[in-house]
């Protein structure tokens, strides 16, 4: 139902928002067929449904789908999501977005997701976690260290993931394999700075774009879409860089503060409050979501779901930044409205790109039994991430294209050099 009802508000598929960005890079690329035919579908679909026992005895089947877009740059990578709005179309645009993400900032990973359809809010931790362990003895052969490694993402975090090292472990006689998953809590083999890492990215990117637009941060006001993980975290950092947040949000609705948030006593407000989220938080005019997107500010950080910024709003945007902390928040049919309204909008495959980095730290300690300090986490990140942010800007620079073009440019010629250098497997 969530599904037909997500569909009827937007009317707008994310794969082939996804196409529509892959094949204007491939174009100015002159990508071949050979490469156009594989790289613009996944290579692997996982489909199953999970029968799980609820707490009142009976059984519910849920729909659940691992994605692998590619595995041409190494092993797959992807979050796995718990929401009512997941299908097919969705799970396959974010397991592509994640090819190009890490081939973006030069990871040594493919890309994958996974989803599952489901209300997490509506579901004890108990049916959770019996989901979460069906799911993955449905892709004990899909997932491994080597192979195909999950992350969080929307409505799931190291709870879940602390569950699938468990039941990966049990299928393997045994053996601790914490470096089948990424984003596990710290006590588990999971790294420092992993939980803050996508805001961090947000706030990083931010920062970089700023310079190039000639603007201080303490002269800067932003509105966040989204407290979740990525948003209440670049929220955060944002504010501590200076930047005067005044509207947050969440599914609950907006809220508006012209003086700025403070956004520990937000954050704290939310925690204290349960599933409820922001619900009821009298810390500034109550909006609606469409109405923060319109608001006079420097940035926008658009970090809860897809397809929130469309030809029908994409004209009423007043921020002259644009960073995408959820994955595609703008569908292809609004970028040459940006473009020509001369707004700079730093992709989702670049401006949340601080989680992956962060799990591929992770992955590589759990490997090599050797932990960082969160400094030393902090440090590598912000190189990686500024590194592939100047690479995107100069491509920008070079092809007079916008910082989404610019950003397809780099992931998907790394990834057809990649599929070239294979030969014909
Ligand atoms: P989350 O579940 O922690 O938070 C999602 C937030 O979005 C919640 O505050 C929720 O209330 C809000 N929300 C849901 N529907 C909304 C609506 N219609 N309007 C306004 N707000 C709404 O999820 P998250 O991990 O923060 O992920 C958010 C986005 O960032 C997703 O697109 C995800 O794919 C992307 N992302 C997440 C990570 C990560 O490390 N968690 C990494 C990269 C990208």
Known sequence: MAKNKKEM???????ESMLARFYAAADIL???????DI??????IVWVNLPVEMDNGTTRVFPAYRVIHSTVLGPSKGGIRYDMAVDLDEVKALAAWMTWKCAVVNLPYGGAKGGIQCNPKEMSVGELERLTRKYTRAMVDVFGVDLDIPAPDVNTSGREMAWIVSEYSQLHGGKFYPGVVTGKPIELGGSKGRVEATGRGVMVNTLAALKKIGKKPQDCTAAVQGFGNVGSIAAKLLSQQGIKVVAISDVSGAYYNPKGFLISDA???RDN??????KGFDGGEKISNEQLLALDVDILVPAALENVITAKNANDIKAKLIVEGANGPV????DPIIDSKGIMAI???????GGVTVSYLEWVQNRRGHYYTEEEINGRHDAIINSAFEEVFTTSQLYKVSMRTAAYIVGVGRVAKGLQMLGKY
């Not at 002159?30 to 156009?36: H, I």
């Not at 569908?331 to 609004?334: C, H, L, Q």
């Open 30 to 36: 002159n990508l071949g067929q050979r490469e156009r």
């Open 347 to 353: 992709p989702d495959i670049l401006a949340n790109a």
């Open 9 to 15: 508000e937007t009317h707008i598929n994310p794969y």
């Open 273 to 278: 409050n349960g599933r409820d989220g922001l």
């Open 39 to 44: 790289l613009s579908q996944p290579s692997k």
């Open 331 to 334: 569908a292809a049919e609004a």
């Open 267 to 269: 954050i704290k407000y």
